[in-house]
Structure formats: structure tokens, C-alpha cells
């Protein structure tokens, strides 16, 4: 079998050799899903997995923009259109300064296996810019978000592919985006997700993967007979996902202790409760300040500039920054500090070893194509109020993330339960979210 993942690998290489996080991203899938694989002979010699790895479109394009002191800029915008055997691509889009090839290609791979688990009818896709949102004036904002639609709007629809946020994407930027689409197409149309409610959006859809990540290791621990309440919880990033993973895990009773940004982490023994991550919503969403300005309001919380918070003793550990940002080391030091379950909430935030170190002492371990798959089933759920023309309330569509996530974590069991017990999350998700995308891929044969 071991011949079989490195032959796998020495071709998929070959064409994508500088590309790391995309190559990490596949190596995962291919060592869980190849074994399979070879043991079913609907799969076997049919070359799915290639196929797979393989963007059916990958466009890169000119962002033109001019800045506040008439200066003139140019980024790089990109879109991964990976897999459409099930549904339209769907996917967010990162403007980051680190946004490469490789980073939206590993995304996009993900995204694949991801959108296939939460039951949804939706293809994969990533896309972004190495644009830095970070100090920019909104008009800045705006003038770049209208040029990178000006170009993207061609290749996207409501039938094709369905764009939505990502890290440095969020209402703001999607509000932009959207104004341009139906400048440019003169349509009003579904064409992304997380739009404003007025015009389109989908209640819980902001809170949506934060939440889902939280009901995601719910039923975890509910697998040992344990709760959120009276947990002490670390969190990491104070974006998007980390605020409302920090509002559901406090909400059902556990204690967050901290957050963090690139500069660094805070922590509040006492725990961030309701009232402080109002504040963390103001500094972080309207001033866009640092996570260090926390302490200036709350002084008995401590801030570690330029560390990451996994030292910090916990029950429950949720990544919800960026990609590699939780190692080997970071991982043993979880494990003797005694944290029983870790869920992702950012996309592949745990290197290989720290996967390894918790698959060795048998933690509870979600990785984020599983765990924080709310978000894109319920852009899903706002796909379909759009088509329908309807809007559900806040009830039904917590009611329907809630019943999603728990689907998504009854296939990893089908799939990932390994003989003595032990619940392999990641080899459950990587087969549960291929066989149906490879099952749609045969029936349409080889385009
Ligand atoms: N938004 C969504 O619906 C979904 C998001 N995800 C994933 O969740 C993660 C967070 O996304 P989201 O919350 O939306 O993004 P946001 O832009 O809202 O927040 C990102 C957070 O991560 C921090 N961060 C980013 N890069 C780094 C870095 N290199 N080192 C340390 N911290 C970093 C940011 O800090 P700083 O401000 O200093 O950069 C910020 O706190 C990403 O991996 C994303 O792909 C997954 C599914 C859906
Ligand atoms: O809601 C979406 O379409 C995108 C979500 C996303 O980018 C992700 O799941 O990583």
C-alpha cells in the first residue's frame, strides 16, 4: 500500500513540485482514501483520484487599482474552479498577502471533500488575491474589490460557481464584490454568499462555521460522554470563525480563555464572556485593530506578543486562524496538558506531525474539512432561499447547520471508525466526502 500512496504522490509531484500546502493537502487525502480505493472495485484503475487533483480551471488575472494618493497598484487575482461533479463550484475567496497557487489549490482540494460531506448539492472552489486589506482606507477596499469583479464576473454565476468569504472576505468586501457583479451582468442574482440580509443573505450565515465547528465537537465529546460545560477552551485567530466559536462554546458553558491574530495571543483567565467579545467584535470588525487592545480594556487579561496560545492548558482546543499553524511540538504540549478534543475551525491549521502526536494518544481530532463545513452548507442553505425566493428564519436555519453537522459526523463514523473504537475523523471525512463526488465522477464519465 505504501508503494501505491508514494507512486500516487511521485506523479501528482512531478507537476506540482513547488506548491507545498496543495501537495500536503492531497498527501493526507491519498493516504486514507488510496487504501480504500484498492479495496473497491468500482474505484480501482479508473484513475478518480488524479483526475481529482487536477483543477478542472485554474484562472489567474490582473487586478488593476488605484489607492488613495492616486498611486497605482497591481495585484494578482485567482479562482480554482477543482471539481464540478456535483454542483457548481462553491468556495471563498482570500485576499491575503500569502495567496499563491498553492495555497488556493490546497483550499480549493478541501473544499471538494468538504462541500460532498455536508450532504448540499455543491461542486469545489477557492479563489482570492495576494491583495493586503490590512490598513486600507474602504474606499481602497472598494475601488479593489470592483476591479477583481470586474475580471471575475465572467467566469462565475449562479449555476456555474457560487463564491463567498474567506480570511480578509467578509460582509464589507462581499457587499463590493456583489455591487459590481450586478453592475457588470446587470442581473440580481445568487451568485455569492454571506451578502447582506436586505439583499439576499442568509440569516446565521455569519456565525455559521464558528457555530459549526462548536456542534461539530459536541457530538465528539458526546462520543465520550462529555460537554462543552465547565471546559476550559482555547481558541486561536479573532476573526470570523474564532468570535463565533467563542460565542456557541461560551454559550454552552465552557470557559474561552483566548484569542489571537498574527501579532499574537490574549489571555483572560477569567474567561471572554458575552459582554468582552462584544469588544473583541468592535476591534476587530469596525476599529480593525490588533487583538493586543483587548488588554487596554480588560487589564487583568495578559498579552504574549508573536506566540500562538497552545501552551495554554485547556480541555478543548479549536484552530480557527490559518493553515500550518499548530505543530508537532504544539500538539504534544496539548496532549500532556491534558486537552481531550481538538476541532478545526480554520482549514488544515494542524501540520502532518501534529496530527500524528494526536492520533498517537488517541485524542479526539476533527480535522476542518469535517468540523468546519457550517459555513459552506449554509451558504448552501442560502443557495437555495435565493433560487426559491424565500427566506428562512433564524430557528430553521440553525436547525438545519445543526442537523448537517451532525450528518457530517455519522459518516466520519461510518467511514473512520478503526477496529478498537478510536474514530479516525480524518480518514472518515476524506472517504465519506470521496465516494460521493467519485460515484458522480463515474457515472459522467471521463470529462
Ligand atoms: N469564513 C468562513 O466562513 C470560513 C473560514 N474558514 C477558515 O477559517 C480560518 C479563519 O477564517 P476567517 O475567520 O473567515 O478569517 P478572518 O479574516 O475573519 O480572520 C482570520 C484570523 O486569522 C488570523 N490569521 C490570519 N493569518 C494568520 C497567520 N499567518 N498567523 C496568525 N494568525 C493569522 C487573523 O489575524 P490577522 O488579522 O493578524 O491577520 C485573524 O485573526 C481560515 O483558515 C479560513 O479558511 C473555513 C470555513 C469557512
Ligand atoms: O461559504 C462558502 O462558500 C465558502 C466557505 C469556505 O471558503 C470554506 O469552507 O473554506
Redesign the pocket.
Known sequence: MKKLISDFMDLVKVRNHNEPEFLQAVQEVAETVIPYIAKHDIYYGKNILLRMVEPERAIMFRVPWVADDGEIHVNRGYRIQMNSAIGPY???LRFHPSVNMSILKF?AFE?VF?NSLTTLPMGGG?GGSDFDPKGKSDDEIMRFCHSFMAELCRHIGPNTD?????IGVGAREIGFLFGMYKKMRNEFTGVL??KGRSWGGSLIRPEA?GYGTVYFAQSMLKTKGESFARKTVVISGSGNVAQYATEKATQLGGKVVTLSDSSGYIYDEEGIDEEKLVHVMYLKNEKRARISEYVKKYPTAKFFKGESPWTVKCDIALPCATQNELDGNDAGTLISNGCICVAEGA?MPSTPEAIHEFHGAKTLFAPGKAS??G??AT?GLEMSQNSLRISWSREEVDERLKGIMEDIHDSCIEYGKEEDGYINYVKGANIAGFVKVADAMLAQGVV
Open positions: 462553491k468556495g471563498g483550499l473544499q468538504k477557492k457560487v463564491p463567498a468569504g474567506d454568499t454571506g462555521t482549514n468546519n463545513a459555513g459552506v451558504s
